[in-house]
């Protein structure tokens, strides 16, 4: 690895990044931290679990990049742990992986990670990845006060863009992954549209996207079952064969 940025400019958004690597091989992690603190960002390492939540709870994370093959608590467990947990629910998980597999991928996505990145990897594939995961994170214009910042609402849902909460027609706070929510904003910004599988891939992952990737097809099911959507006659979310997905619910917005 080396310290050279793939654009040889630091960012503003990278400037103030902090990135968590939590990963048990101390060799690994070491060189990741190094690299991409020399590439603007601000680094915290852990070797497991124990360690990722006592450094979530003493700064604030912007990322983690978070091993599978973890001793005890694997990266599995934890991320679906953080995706129950309301607070960290959209917290962007980048996963690494030293099995490639496509199973390991589907599963690690279902369990809500935003990415996912196979050992060994190219440094700068896995600075790209970063960088898109944030500028996706990161959307929502950093001037916007709640009072202009739209709420979604469709079928007794409500998707709220400045707290980025999606709450359930009893008003239950319903937690979204980073993707699920990004997902879900598109369809309410474009309701009763049908949206092919490559526009939904460029308008979440841009120009990173593989055209040969499923997870929207992953992510789909997931936000279904979210919305309570039965995934054999879904009724919110449906399926046009050979077009894409569409949200049939009549959407009303409001600043």
Known sequence: MTGE???GKKTFMESNAHILVVDDDREIRQLVGDYLRNNGF??????DGRQMR???EDARIDLIVLDLMLPGEDGLTLCRNLRATPAMAQMPVLMLTARGEAIDRVIGL???????LPKPFEPRELLARIRNILRRARALPGNASPSHVPCHRFAGWSLDTGLR??????GVVVPLSGAEYRLLQIFVEHPQRVLSRDQLMDMTKGRDADPFDRS????????RQKLGDDARSPTLIKTVRNEGYVLTAVVESEA
Do not use: F, V
Not at 165 to 170: A, E, G, K, T, Y
Not at 216 to 223: A, E, F, G, K, V
């Open 54 to 56: 006592e450094a979530l």
């Open 216 to 223: 929207i097809d992953l992510q789909i099911s997931r936000l």
């Open 42 to 47: 601000r680094i915290t390492l852990a070797a």
């Open 165 to 170: 909460c999606l709450s359930s027609p009893l």
């Open 5 to 7: 940025s793939a654009t």
């Open 110 to 116: 279902e369990m809500g990670a935003d990415d996912y």
